[in-house]
């Protein structure tokens, strides 16, 4: 039986509770976030290289000289200046900022393709520096992040 001057208890605990958990709970959804968008930047990294080395191969493959770039990111998955089709690529690459095989497109001069880069905003965590530049710096989108192949390095 209770006397007069018992309080409860369980109530405020529950809520003072509640209040932790949903803070530990907000802070876990915002570390996840961010290790996908690490994850997300990393993808972007992987795919840009594949590219580049794919319009490398294809450059140096060139049968006779002037070399020739491809003209779309569809002649590196099939490169119709063989007698036998060659795969610089087996498939376009996913970009993981966009979610989809829309790439933007780097282009030569000569109107060949020379990179890619991703058209999807935000700005990333991690600061990028191509190949053969000095030190990575950060950029203001994903779309700054240029994969690009010079056919003036070797």
């Known amino acids: 039986m209770r006397t007069g001057k018992a309080r409860g208890f369980a109530y405020p605990a529950l809520l003072v509770g509640i209040l932790v958990f949903g803070i530990g709970l907000a802070k876990t959804g915002e570390w996840a976030s961010q290790l ?19 319009i490398k191969s294809y450059y140096y493959s060139s049968p006779g000289l002037p070399r020739a770039l491809p003209k779309s990111l569809a002649d590196l998955v099939d490169d119709p200046r063989f007698p036998v089709t060659r795969h610089h690529l087996r498939d376009i690459p996913f970009d993981p900022i966009t979610r989809s095989k829309d790439w933007g497109i780097v282009r030569a001069p000569d109107g060949g393709v020379t990179g890619i880069y991703s058209k999807g905003s935000g700005r990333p965590l991690a600061a990028y520096s ?25």
């Open 36 to 54: 996908q968008r690490r994850d997300d930047e990393q993808g972007l990294r992987r795919a840009g290289s594949s590219v580049v080395v794919a």
């Open 130 to 154: 191509p190949t053969g530049t000095e030190t990575p710096r950060m950029q203001s989108s994903y779309a700054d992040w240029k994969f690009v192949f010079d056919p003036n390095e070797r």
